[in-house]
């Protein structure tokens, strides 16, 4: 079939891209790409991790002083309390909880300035890789799906780039602290508590496996729910809608994702849940287990005192929280490694069209002239070829146009100009110099581009405006608004030029959204105006006034125009003839009509009817 831009391609099953999309793409070394997302916090990192191993030491400090507090304050051997050290060691225990309470605090603001900061750039980068992208990128994906990568997939990570260092590196501190705590209070009695420990850490990481593979199928459902909602709540998708009273199965259509992700987000909850719920029983059952081989130790000879037994019991049940967080810590590093391979998936991508490491500039006389040589091109993914041999050669200041029945490749061509698609073969020349050896961004600066689907931001008619030329004063404006004649009528509406145009311009009429779009282009101030069916909104009398000033703007430079409307392309220097990719006429309106080609043919077809205009 064929798709927008009059190249070929097919749809894709969506059932079959979205099971492949579940899949986590392959990213080699992906935890030591995440880690070089941190590489210009380092100094903060390492103020951070002070604070963490200085927390969690002084953590395992106070059970270690219940031991002292009970055996030499609260019991000591002379049989009665010894207050003087019980007020000493209970209030270096309460200085301690208010450093560390403090020291906590600390660490958690530098830690979510941290993260949030990682996060912050690394949304600032993937848009602005995407941005680099090529258009045929953005015509064979979802809009919704970008979106989905850009805010889903990143905020899914947000919790680990902002808790995971303090996290892993105060729950693991406070992990081994403990164990020698406890290894230094009785060997015995952290063997018994210990010994399940390995079957955790199994166990652990089969959770971590699965709970990754459900992390993927849930944001690609994320990402299908975001491209329901744009598609579907933008103003083109609800216009659609109700013009066709087809609500229902929008909404049925949103409902069943919905539904998947409901489940999908349930099963990523429970994933792990029996797990760590027999962790919990495990260290819950600990004390009691202690307190029984502590009685057989005691009946056995050995010496425990009930100050042992206490501290022990005391630092084992501070055990189990760091070792559950860490835990937890390493389930969601595995669970995000598959949003990690879906945001570096995007990163990786190898934009199609690049500068060239030396860029050439054209002679500023030269600027204007343009020139197609022996130029053959297939969409990508395409073996169709939506142009062959393409020969055409603008001069500087012409106005060219081309013409020929829809679907020939007339766009097509005005896209090969200002590089938005790479030719397959041959060359596009502007200013002389092949496109390929200049920067885009230079180039683009001498074109401006009118497309048959003019798209308007949702922001006032000035701001619109100055897009095209970002601190261009009022009277820059009002000139170019003049010049499309559609200040008259921005000066009608109640707040002129600060009137919020709505989504895509849906406020406005076709016509006024196209010689906005015009206004636009002029207040740039182009050498080269390509304008794709620039006035097939309008109606007669207002194409005729736009037509008559866009053939006054376009003296002295060069205007490219594509058009179905012959009668807005009669006075053009130059007319090329496009059918099925190939020029087959050229030549002024005179020439062609005299010559009963093609031109010919669609003159005749366009003169029977009322609006011609011939």
Do not use: C
Request: aromatic share 8%.
């Amino acid at each position: 079939m064929r798709t927008q831009g009059g190249h070929q391609g097919y749809l894709a099953d969506p059932e079959k891209t979205k099971a492949a999309n579940a899949e986590a793409p392959k990213v080699e070394n992906l935890l030591g790409r995440v880690a070089e997302l941190f590489e210009n916090h380092k100094l903060t990192l390492v103020f951070t991790v002070i604070l963490v191993l200085t927390g969690a030491g002084l953590s395992v400090i106070p059970p270690l002083l219940i031991e002292q507090t009970f055996n030499q304050g609260l019991f000591p051997e002379t049989g009665f309390p010894n207050m003087p050290v019980l007020i000493q060691l209970v209030s270096l225990m309460i200085f301690i909880f208010f450093v560390a309470a403090a020291i906590g605090v600390w660490q958690t603001y530098l830690t979510a300035k941290v993260g949030n900061q990682v996060m912050g750039e690394l949304r600032e980068k993937l848009f602005s890789h995407l941005q680099s992208m090529e258009l045929a990128f953005f015509t064979k994906t979802k809009t919704g799906t970008i979106q989905s990568r850009i805010q889903n997939d990143v905020g899914g990570v947000a919790n680990v780039l902002s808790n995971t260092v303090s996290n892993v590196l105060g729950n693991t501190v406070t992990v081994v602290a403990a164990l020698i705590a406890m290894l230094l209070l009785s060997w015995e009695l952290t063997l018994v508590a210990t010994v399940m420990m390995p079957l955790m850490v199994i166990a652990q990481r089969r959770v971590g496996q699965v709970r990754a593979k459900i992390a993927g199928e849930t944001q690609e459902s994320l990402s299908e729910m975001t491209a329901i909602t744009q598609e579907s709540l933008g103003v083109s998708g609800i216009l659609l809608a109700k013009s066709f009273g087809r609500q229902s199965i929008e909404v049925d259509r949103y409902k069943k994702e919905n539904l998947n992700q409901i489940k999908l987000q349930v099963r990523q909850t429970m994933s792990g849940q029996w797990f760590f719920a027999m962790v919990q029983v495990f260290f819950s059952a600990i004390p009691a287990i202690i307190y029984l081989v502590s009685g057989w130790l005691i009946t056995g000879g050995t010496d425990v005192s009930v100050g042992t037994i206490v501290a022990f019991t005391t630092v084992q049940a501070r055990l189990l929280f760091p070792l559950m967080g860490l835990m937890r810590v390493v389930l969601d590093i595995q669970t995000s490694q598959a949003l990690f391979a879906r945001i570096f998936d995007y990163i990786d991508l190898v934009p199609e069209i690049n500068d060239p490491e030396k860029p050439k500039k054209p002679a500023k006389k030269d600027l204007g002239s343009i020139e197609l040589r022996d130029v053959n091109f297939n969409y990508p993914g395409s073996d169709a070829a939506t142009l062959k041999n393409i020969n055409i050669k603008v001069e500087k200041g012409q106005y060219a146009a081309l013409v020929g029945p829809s679907g020939s490749g007339k766009t097509t061509i005005s896209y090969l100009i200002p590089r938005l698609y790479e030719v397959t073969q041959g060359e596009v020349l502007f200013a002389g110099v092949n496109v390929r050896d200049q920067k885009q961004s230079e180039l683009i600066e001498h074109i401006g581009i009118v497309n048959q689907e003019t798209y308007l931001f949702h922001a006032t008619v000035r701001e619109n405006l100055a897009y095209a030329k970002p601190g261009a004063s009022d009277e820059e404006i009002i000139e170019a608004a003049k010049q499309a004649n559609i200040h008259d009528t921005i000066a009608s509406f109640p707040e002129g030029y600060e009137t919020t145009v709505g989504e895509r311009g849906y406020r406005l009429s076709g016509g006024e959204k196209q010689r906005i779009a015009i206004a636009r282009v002029l207040l740039k101030n182009p050498e080269v105006l390509i304008l794709d069916e620039a006035t097939s909104s309008m109606d007669t009398q207002g194409e005729r006034i736009v037509q008559k000033t866009l053939d006054d703007v376009s003296r002295g430079r060069t205007t490219v125009a594509i058009a179905h409307r012959l009668s807005t392309v009669i006075n053009a220097d130059v007319i090329f003839v496009i059918n099925n990719g190939e020029v087959v006429e050229q030549g002024t309106h005179q020439e062609l009509l005299k010559s009963n080609g093609l031109y010919s043919e669609l003159v005749n077809q366009q003169f029977s009817t009322a609006d011609s205009g011939l």
